[in-house]
Nanobody
């Protein structure tokens, strides 16, 4: 069993930065790929970034490419999402999800992933 807890969200001005963390319990976390998603009010869930178990395979949504960086530290059972040059349209609840499979194309459906966190709010003011 793996439990995921996101943290690091908050209120930031446009152009600012935040670093989100997705901390996991469970000794097998290092064998899981991790995905970040976000959902803004009234909008569908959107894929943000993905990282495989080793950190050797990473990809991003076009909307965040060049601004966001996903990384992981398996010694700390944590995956990070560094978000720079934030825009008001980045405002959303951000969720991390974990699965043993590394999907090379983002899958949006919830049941494709073994575990989900509870989310952390990111608000970017203009």
């Amino acid at each position: 069993q793996v439990q995921l807890v996101e943290s690091g969200g908050g209120l930031v001005q446009a152009g600012g930065s935040l670093r989100l963390s997705c901390a996991a319990s469970g000794r097998t976390f290092s064998s899981y790929a991790v995905y970040w998603f976000r959902q803004a009010p009234g909008k569908e869930r959107e894929f943000v970034a993905a990282i495989n178990w080793s950190g050797g395979n990473i990809y991003y949504a076009d909307s965040v490419k060049g601004r966001f960086t996903i990384s992981r530290d398996n010694t700390k059972n944590t995956v990070y999402l560094q978000m720079n040059s934030l825009k008001p349209e980045d405002t959303a609840i951000y969720y991390c999800a974990a699965d043993r499979a590394f999907y090379t194309v983002a899958v949006i459906t919830s049941d494709a992933y073994d575990y989900w966190g509870q989310g952390t709010q990111v608000t970017v003011s203009s």
